[in-house]
């Protein structure tokens, strides 16, 4: 039975992993597997911080573009009180023009 067994599988003895080399593959593959792990947490935390900063960057600029368009609209007011204040102006001018012309008659 022995010859025919070595006939069937070989000469060579079985390689057969003891316990403690067993525990040892199965300890190194739960460290390459916690290492991977904390790869993709290390990714998935720079991604979050990637969006948290676009996300900041986007408030600034929405903050930036309210603020300039606040001021265009102060400056707008602005313009139109001072067209208010020449068209007053020049009224009061005008009447007085006519008072006068009316006075020298």
Do not use: F, K, M, Y
Request: charged share 35%; hydrophobic share 60%; no cysteine.
């Amino acid at each position: 039975l022995d010859a025919e067994l070595d006939a069937v599988l070989g000469a060579e003895p079985l390689d057969v992993p003891s316990a403690a080399e067993a525990a040892a593959l199965e300890a190194t593959a739960a460290r390459a597997e916690a290492a991977a792990e904390a790869q993709r947490l290390a990714e998935v935390e720079a991604e979050v911080r990637a969006a948290t900063e676009r996300r900041e960057a986007a408030a600034e600029a929405e903050a930036a573009a309210e603020a300039a368009i606040a001021e265009e609209e102060r400056r707008q007011a602005a313009a139109e009180a001072e067209r208010r204040a020449v068209a007053e102006a020049a009224a009061l001018a005008e009447a007085e023009a006519a008072a006068a012309a009316e006075a020298n008659a």
